[in-house]
């Protein structure tokens, strides 16, 4: 007995004295240079000749003679999010000595054409449109070419979500321009017309139940008393158990509040501490949901699930909704608050041709449904914005089926994935394309593009190193090219195929068996035309009966 209380002292004296666990912080790229350049306020018009002041971020550390421009376009924030989160990108321009180039999107960050509130006046913000900004990214490339002297390389475009999407659109539309691109979480096909709009919140939920499966029961029992409490108008409730600071008029934006946490967590999803969030923060959510006294309400529950969000820091002692969500056309929310700059041009966007038709169908989520509904979200857009919704016209601009020299990635985490271009549909490219596609497990909105940690899943670091070997594939291809003309031209890579990557795999695979591709491209345990484990399975997408309500529009009714 003696003995055996001398071990447990000695163990816990052995614990106490060892030093505490490391933090984890993300590795960012080193700091760039910035520049200011002038671009036209409307490339389309000659009579404008009103021009602007464009934020662009440079790093030339790693540019040899010779090497190709690495390019990212900005996207609907201040860029230097999208520089601190591409280490992808720089692992890959270290190595072939490229030159790197981050212009901002006009409109966003500190690239206010004409100031935070001139900008956003009806004439002004018209110039907010995918062909000005892809101009402006024109005109930013051959300014870095002129400086620094660069002649006749191949540009690679880098981008994830937003940004993605317009990698992918300048390939398709300046093949002249951009030779290849890597488009991460580009969502091109979530559209009204080519997906089910409650695809989105499907995977949301799917995702908030891998840990426990009972969790996303208690988000629809407490919308159950949300509703309830409406409708018995006893919304006092809210106020102790969902711990509002203001109970709002209608339950609609409580919906709203909420979905929007859930769309935040289900985004960042990673495997890391990132921007106040915790490790696997959908997960973190379900645990606060079941953690504390099992006998607390659902909507108490709930308090505890969108606090992982909205009270990171723990030091809030009520939910303030109008600091926290900012009602505007897109469901998944706009970011920033009333007033914000960039919150304020993604309604605009969203009101635009940027119409993604995410909804809720209370079938196969966990969420009241609200249909899209097109004629109110251009009830909304006509009196915020003097704008229709142009819902079809994008696809119709830049054609996806089009596309060539081009890897599309996604994350089976990441609500976007099912509006992305996946392995199952390269069919519709000629083999020609040299189209690659990955869908890969574990992994949330565009993890692929972030830098190299130990907590990524297998399946990522496996989907990089295929990624860049398709890079350097392609760079070589550049560089033996006997006529800079070919960047317009359709090319073959080594297996002259579109290539895909398994539901579970994360590596390239072409039309050969996987049994021929490289054994250190694929994970041990994984085959090119396997399945996700059962305990993992992604979510059938099941088409829901009727056209979502959007968000904004029902409010603004």
Not at 110 to 115: C, D, E, Q, S, V
Not at 157 to 166: H, I, W
Not at 354 to 382: H, R, W
Not at 410 to 439: C, E, I, Q
Request: charged share 20%; hydrophobic share 40%.
């Amino acid at each position: 007995m003696t003995r055996t209380v001398l071990l447990l002292l000695a163990l816990v004296a052995a614990v106490l004295a060892a030093p505490p666990e490391r933090t984890f912080t993300y590795p960012l790229p080193p700091d760039p240079d910035e520049y200011h350049i002038t671009q036209k306020f409307d490339h389309f018009n000659d009579k404008d000749q009103r021009t602007f002041s464009e934020r662009v971020l440079v790093y030339d550390k790693y540019y040899k003679e010779g090497g190709p421009i690495f390019f990212c376009p900005g996207g609907e924030s201040d860029v230097r999010g999208g520089y601190d989160h591409n280490g992808f990108m720089f692992r890959v321009a270290k190595k072939v000595g490229a030159f790197m180039l981050f212009p901002e999107h006009r409109f966003y960050g500190k690239t206010l054409p004409l100031g935070p509130v001139d900008s956003y006046l009806p004439a002004n913000i018209k110039m907010l449109t995918i062909e000005q900004a892809i101009q402006d990214f024109i005109g930013a490339i051959d300014w870095a070419k002129k400086t620094w002297n660069i002649k006749n390389v191949p540009i690679i475009a880098f981008g994830g979500s937003y940004p993605g999407d317009l990698s992918a659109f300048m390939r398709i539309a300046h093949p002249d321009v951009i030779y290849a691109a890597h488009a991460a979480s580009a969502p091109v096909y979530y559209r009204l017309g080519s997906l089910s709009g409650g695809s989105f919140f499907q995977v949301v939920t799917h995702d908030f139940g891998l840990s426990d499966p009972t969790c996303p029961g208690t988000v629809r029992h407490a919308f159950k008393q949300i509703k309830q409490a409406y409708a018995d108008g006893k919304t006092d409730v809210l106020s102790t158990d969902l711990r509002l600071c203001e109970v709002p008029a209608t339950q609609r934006l409580v919906d709203l509040w909420v979905e929007n946490a859930f769309a935040q967590l289900g985004m960042e999803d990673y495997p890391y501490a990132v921007s106040g969030l915790p490790a696997s923060p959908m997960k973190a959510a379900c645990q606060a949901m079941k953690a504390g006294d099992p006998a607390r309400s659902p909507l108490a529950q709930l308090a505890d699930a969108v606090g992982v969000l909205y009270n990171a820091t723990k030091d809030l002692k009520c939910f303030n909704i109008s600091e926290e969500y900012y009602t505007c056309a897109d469901i998944t929310g706009c970011g920033g608050g009333v007033g914000d700059p960039d919150a304020m041009s993604w309604d605009y966007q969203s009101c635009t041709d940027l119409i993604s038709n995410v909804d809720t169908n209370g079938e196969t989520d966990m969420f009241p449904k609200a249909l899209f509904n097109l004629t109110a979200l251009t009830a909304y857009c006509q009196k915020t914005w003097n704008s229709v919704p142009q819902p079809y016209a994008l696809l119709k601009r830049y054609d996806i089926s089009k596309s060539r020299r081009i890897v599309y990635t996604n994350g089976k985490l990441d609500p976007w994935y099912p509006g992305g271009v996946l392995p199952d549909m390269l069919s519709r490219f000629p083999a020609s394309a040299d189209v690659h596609a990955f869908l890969i497990d574990g992994a949330a909105h565009h993890l692929d593009l972030r830098a190299d940690v130990p907590q990524d899943p297998p399946a990522v670091r496996a989907a990089r190193d295929a990624i860049e070997k398709i890079l350097l594939g392609w760079l070589n291809q550049a560089s033996s090219s006997s006529s800079s003309s070919s960047s317009s031209s359709s090319s073959s890579s080594s297996s002259s195929s579109a290539s895909a990557s398994s539901a579970s795999s994360a590596s390239t695979a072409s039309t050969k068996p996987a049994s021929s591709l490289p054994a250190s491209t694929l994970p041990a345990s994984t085959h090119a035309a396997s399945s996700r484990p059962a305990d993992n399975a992604a979510p059938a997408l099941a088409a829901p009966a009727g056209v979502l309500l959007a968000a904004a529009a029902l409010l603004a009714l």
